[in-house]
């Protein structure tokens, strides 16, 4: 069992930043995904980036296009803790944010049904 918590969403300007923050508690993996998704208002839910470690191999990361260049992924393990750094934000980015895991570094991790576990969201405005 993970538990996953988002948080630090709100409102902000277009071209503004804003950190959110997901912390798992629970059981802990050797190796693991940790996705980031958005949903806005009548969409599905969107691919936003994947961190994986994997024990073998380290970490690596993948974003959506839509994003890339804007967005970052990054951890903090002390605080079993991951972050997504959100800078040049544009009111397309407006949705709730989720995270999710996986506790395997998996190959394929832009579809909500390759992770286990999710959290509640948070909810990202972005103003013109």
């Known amino acids: 069992q993970v538990h996953l918590v988002e948080s630090g969403g709100g409102l902000v300007q277009a071209g503004g930043s804003l950190r959110l923050s997901c912390a798992a508690s629970?059981?802990?993996?050797?190796?693991?995904?940790m996705g980031w998704f958005r949903q806005a208002p009548g969409k599905d839910r969107e691919f936003v980036g994947a961190f994986r470690w994997s024990r073998w191999s380290g970490g690596s990361t993948d974003y959506a296009d839509s994003v890339k260049g804007r967005f970052t992924i990054s951890t903090d393990n002390a605080k079993n803790t991951v972050y997504l750094q959100m800078n040049s934000l544009k009111p397309e980015d407006t949705a709730v944010y989720y995270c999710a895991a996986n506790g395997r570094a998996i190959a394929r991790v832009y579809m909500t049904t390759d992770y286990d576990y999710w959290g509640q969201g948070t909810q990202v405005t972005v103003s013109s």
């Open positions: 629970g059981r802990t993996f050797s190796s693991y995904t």
